[in-house]
């Protein structure tokens, strides 16, 4: 018989880009960024909660987005369009981002001019929640047409993400999503997890949870312009 | 407007890896090891023929296998029931092996007891071919179930590979499997690919394609046992 030796490359690719993002994590709060990583499938509304946000807190921080969600411009010129600087990041296709890529982005920003990045991460509900960015929040967004079990099949999201957007709630009356159900499955994986039922379309919600956000950054000593 | 930078993370990656590669492919030369990258899709026959290989080559050179393609541990014990060392990467569901994981799991072995490591990468057709391994050479795996169109959907895989082997050819006589056409079309993409076709069933091509592999290892500077 020959010799079998066991390497668990993933934990060790885990541990070296926790150790990259605990890194990554202190240098922006000596720098006084508050950096929040949103996850979500695609098409669950990212880019324009992330608009909507940017409108309720415009005034209150300078805002920058780094977008990493698909390959085109398209979402940065959306941003840009809204007045903040965005960095786009192509990914070529890889599943996630890590906190070297993460950190590699925020190098393109001027990060004395910022008070808040939001990172628009990959569509992905697997993925992504492995790999720490280096963010002081993890938001995650379940938008309404995707049901209410996604919390059984994509556990480790839920338990990782500070708060829960529902998002599109607008699609409510015509869908058998079940938010009692929901909020029951997220809590059980998650039970400090902050939840907001949100729509971009109808507004619903969109001011409590920006509101709650302008909170939790100065809560973590970010202080704003 | 706000201001768009876009950042090609995904060269950037790439760049850093073929590094690494370089690097790693360096210091295995120095050390006398011949490193091979075996990739193909799941369940074209990789563990099959890299066993059948042992068979025709383990009194010509000290071979070991780094066992990549799947979380469990049957390749890997398959392999040492061969007589051969082998490390088995759990890889836990990345979908390809970079320069950095290879040289993580060759440390488990003793280099200096080694003449031609073989990797069985990640049973994947797209993210491999992306990723240098640090090896000296590429083969590749298709199987004649998988279809004599796979050069038109991966073509990258047929560019970077050294060695192409057509296998299961015991499938052909049930096949509508153009073999012709799959020469022509792989040849296209990479004119210098050579081409063998095996069968780990039957024996079919396995002592060419095991003697081509030990010219190469040689006339690579190897110097064997």
Redesign the interface.
Known sequence: ?????????????LTDNRKSADDLRSALKAQNVFLLNLMSSPGSGKTSLILKTIEQLKDRFRIGVLE?DIDS?VD??K?????????????????HLDAG?VK??LE??DLSSLDLIIIENVGNLVCPAEFDTGAMMNAMILSVPEGDDKPLKYPLMFTVSDVLLINKVDYLSLSDFNMKACYERARTLNPRIVIFETSSKTGAGIKAWANWLAEEVKRSGITAR
Do not use: D
């Open positions: 018989m020959g010799e079998i030796r066991l390497i668990e490359i993933k934990e060790e690719i990493a411009m940065a010129e941003i840009a369009k809204a007045g903040v600087p965005s960095v786009q990041l192509r990914t070529g296709g890889f599943c890529m590699k982005g393109a920003f």
